[in-house]
């Protein structure tokens, strides 16, 4: 078990849920373990979503390896409601779904645009051999690939075209 912060030879120091209820803790006390006196907005916010009732019961109906990640699901998903009473966790994921879906729209649109400007540079190129390639038909020129996505340093004389037609 984690050390709850209580002191070793003398009095023993509350745990936060102790200290926050008012009552004296006892060395068998349930919270002490998942709420020490070091961070008592843990159990301030897990009480004041849940109750210290409903913790307590949540906790002696977990097996004791399975308490210490039922506390951290509980402090976040109380602190999600205390940011956003409503929604709680779900906002959050809700927002961050959004926030994901936007991010991969305006991937698919620099990826189409990379496309269009790799097909524009290859048809320019097709139009205006360069000197020492006209009047050569080579068999075993091999085309770039459009699909490259490395940097072009070469600038484009047409910059203020828009890159759709």
């Known amino acids: 078990?984690?050390?709850?912060?209580?002191?070793?030879?003398?009095?023993a120091s509350p745990c936060a849920a102790c200290k926050l209820l008012r009552r004296r803790c006892a060395e068998d006390c349930l919270f002490a373990p998942y709420f020490p006196a070091e961070e008592p907005h843990k159990f301030a916010s897990v009480h004041k979503v849940f109750g210290a009732s409903n913790v307590n019961k949540m906790l002696q109906e977990l097996p004791e390896h399975q308490r210490g990640d039922?506390?951290?699901s509980m402090v976040y998903e109380a602190n999600a409601r205390v940011r956003d009473p409503v929604y709680g966790c779900v906002g959050a994921i809700s927002s961050l779904q959004q926030q994901i879906d936007a991010l991969q729209a305006e991937?698919?649109?620099?990826?189409?645009?990379?496309?269009?400007?790799?097909?524009?540079?290859?048809?320019?190129n097709a139009d205006?051999?360069?000197?020492?390639?006209?009047?050569?038909?080579?068999?075993?020129?091999?085309?770039?690939?459009?699909?490259?996505?490395d940097m072009s340093t070469e600038h484009d004389n047409n910059m203020d075209d828009p890159f759709w037609p």
């Open 1 to 11: 078990m984690k050390d709850s912060g209580r002191k070793q030879g003398g009095a």
């Open 70 to 72: 039922a506390v951290s």
């Open 107 to 124: 991937l698919a649109l620099a990826q189409a645009e990379v496309v269009h400007l790799r097909m524009r540079q290859l048809s320019s």
């Open 128 to 149: 205006n051999p360069s000197p020492s390639t006209k009047g050569r038909r080579s068999h075993h020129h091999q085309p770039k690939s459009l699909f490259n996505m």
